[in-house]
């Protein structure tokens, strides 16, 4: 079946570590996209790529990076200047192609800072 | 700037009842709008969208969306609410022009009470 995956679904970090939130589609999706998930605040956009070996910045980049080394993944770092990281953390993907397309998410990586 | 704005924090409803969710948005441009669905824990599913034509959209789970311009408004609406319809809804309008991105609403949670 075709979709996104994101691992893992939990995951726990000590202050002070840098961690890695996978994130994989094989729906053959140029575009993926990050964002937080924070109690009533809704979605805010990290980072997106539309392509290959770019990346840009969203809302809140501060703290995070990216890489896009191949289409289907695009790995989140949180880092440990991420100042409040304890959140819920969505991946999506779209296509790009013919206008303005919808993006379909992933099931979400809930990371909890100890 | 683009924003997306859902008054209602929680909304509560008895089974049977009907439901209408408001959403109001703030962009200068033709938007593209979207409703979201989320159970607790878990990833956005689409409920429905619009990019343009009828201003009455139709969507999955018997939901339906009405479009108008004169208010910034894309209000969610079904007419029998059903005990699994409780969950969070988020509004979201797509930026072209900014990689495709989603600019969500704060989210509305839904309770049903039987």
């Known amino acids: 079946d075709g979709g996104i995956t994101q691992s893992p679904k939990y995951l726990f970090r000590k202050e002070g570590q840098n961690v890695t939130l996978s994130c994989e589609q094989n729906?053959?999706?140029?575009?993926m996209y990050w964002y937080r998930q924070d109690p009533g605040q809704g979605l805010r956009l990290i980072y997106y790529s539309q392509i290959v070996n770019d990346f840009q910045k969203g809302d809140i980049a501060e703290g995070y990076s990216v890489s896009r080394e191949k289409k289907e993944s695009f790995p989140l770092t949180v880092t440990s200047a991420q100042k409040n990281p304890t959140a819920f953390y969505l991946c999506a993907s779209s296509t790009v192609a013919g206008g303005y397309n919808e993006q379909f998410f992933g099931p979400g990586t809930r990371l909890t800072v100890l | 700037a683009q924003s997306v704005t859902q008054p209602d924090i929680h909304i509560t409803v008895s089974e049977g009842a009907s439901l209408e969710l408001r959403c109001n948005y703030s962009y200068g441009a033709t938007p593209y709008l979207f409703w979201y669905v989320q159970s607790p824990g878990q990833g956005l599913q689409l409920l429905l969208k619009y990019f343009s034509g009828d201003t009455l959209v139709q969507g999955i789970k018997g939901f339906e969306a009405e479009f108008k311009r004169s208010q910034s408004s894309f209000n969610l609406r079904k007419p029998s609410v059903h005990w699994s319809d409780a969950a969070e809804y988020f509004c979201a309008v797509g930026l072209m022009e900014y990689g495709n991105k989603l600019v969500f609403g704060a989210g509305t949670i839904l309770r049903v009470k039987s």
């Open positions: 729906l053959n999706h140029d575009a």
